[in-house]
């Protein structure tokens, strides 16, 4: 088994490197400085109050939906266990246990 040489780094790697740095750097900085900006009351303080939930919900439905009939099962399992004890540490981990024991016995 050979390692790679880490004493030579390709000019391209590093630029890329310290671009990604700078964008994550500058997305980061740009966010605290229009945070003052922002509405703090109003229709668009309500909006921005619930963005992201709402990314949260665009990521996690169409994975419950690809996991097919457990995953969907999980997913309603989550939400009635959230709506019912308003406790998300208990909703995750009803819908985990429900998706777990379900591929166990039922598979998938």
Known sequence: ????????FELEAVLTILGMAAV???????????????????RWAHVLERLPGAVLISVWVPSALSAG?????????????MIISRNLFAAMIAGMVLVAVGRYFIGN
């Not at 088994?1 to 030579?8: A, G, R, S």
């Not at 009939?69 to 266990?81: D, L, M, Y």
């Open 69 to 81: 009939p457990i995953g969907i099962a999980g997913a309603a399992t989550t939400v009635i266990t």
């Open 24 to 42: 994550t750097y500058s997305m980061r900085l740009g966010g605290l400085i229009m945070a003052d900006r922002l509405p703090q009351t109003g």
């Open 1 to 8: 088994m050979t390692f790679p040489d880490l004493t030579h």
